[in-house]
């Protein structure tokens, strides 16, 4: 009755608002991050299992939202499996670990800039937008098309890929932040950027670098498993697995957590998921009907 009358506790609107802050951000972290790692990574780039088209879309259209062009990014990870650390590799720890975290975006070695373009948040949708607004002068033909060539006939696909789509797609963000949250909008936004991209670019550092975690595979790489990096990029962390069997939906292979094959369970139990690749050691987890064909374990 007391606090009735006094109308709300003081403070009541602030805790509101905190755990809409943390809450909201734990789910968008989530459906993007899993856009990057189960759409752009394991469906587009390495054709791990298949799934009906609306799926990918929305799959494609949360990685879209932080990970620049569906394309750019598939043609680019294939090239660094094809050339994992020799010359070709877009990003390799034999250019400095910084360099591999995302220095070679914009071009430098310098660990100052790239720890402060790491801090950006938006510093890729600025290099999305460079890449862009070079590729309209004519300067940036898109050779990457000649590595997605099984892609370049999906519509969204060819959408997202278009000059200044993705750029686009960003400013909607921002203008969705600002009006519902103002400032905050825009801090929590960029906390999402900032985990996104760091978490993404970490697999190509750390997951490069043999001071980090260990190597259950000899691939005459740098690739390592460090399962602290797998809580925090959906399973993306087991990446000497990944070297190892580029095409396996399944990174972690038994050795611990790997959050985006736990969606492709669920996404098998009902159905939404089939024609899964796994290496053959481990195709006992799945029944028959889900597997994928004799197919080459590419890249
Ligand atoms: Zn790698
Ligand atoms: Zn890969």
Not at 38 to 48: A, I, K, M, P, Q
Not at 114 to 130: D, E, I, P, T, Y
Request: hydrophobic share 45%; proline share 6%.
């Amino acid at each position: 009755m007391i606090a009735a009358a006094a109308g709300p506790l003081p403070g009541a609107a602030f805790v509101v608002g905190a755990l809409t802050f943390v809450l909201t951000w734990l789910v968008a972290s989530a459906l993007l991050g899993l856009g990057n790692t189960v759409g752009y990574h394991r469906l587009l780039t390495h054709r791990s299992f298949a799934t009906p088209r609306p799926v990918r879309w929305l799959l494609t259209l949360f990685g879209a939202l932080h990970s620049g062009s569906p394309l750019t990014w598939v043609a680019l990870h294939r090239q660094h499996h094809t050339r994992s650390d020799a010359d070709g590799d877009p990003h390799s720890p034999r250019e400095g670990f910084w360099h591999a975290h995302c220095g070679w975006l914009i071009g430098t070695k310098n660990p100052v800039l790239c720890v402060l373009f790491a801090l950006s948040g938006f510093g890729q949708q600025a290099a999305v937008l460079m890449h862009d607004l070079r590729r309209l002068a004519g300067n940036n033909p898109p050779v990457w098309l000649e590595i997605t060539k099984d892609l370049n006939d999906d519509p969204v696909l060819r959408l997202l890929d278009t000059p200044l789509v993705i750029p686009a797609l960003f400013l909607v963000q921002l203008g969705l932040a600002v009006a519902i949250g103002g400032g905050w909008g825009v801090l929590w936004l960029w906390l999402l950027h900032v985990a996104m991209t760091n978490g993404s670019w970490a697999v190509n550092s750390v997951g490069h670098t043999t001071a980090f975690g260990h190597e259950s595979h000899d691939n005459r790489d740098t690739s390592r498993n460090v399962p602290w990096l797998a809580w925090i990029t959906f399973g993306e962390g087991w990446h000497n697995n990944h070297h190892r069997y580029p095409r396996s939906a399944w990174h972690a292979l038994g050795e611990g957590p790997d959050p985006s094959w736990w969606l492709l369970r669920a996404g098998m139990a009902t159905g939404l998921v089939r024609e899964v690749w796994l290496p053959k050691a481990q195709r006992d987890v799945l029944p028959e009907a889900l597997r994928a064909g004799r197919r080459k374990n590419r890249a």
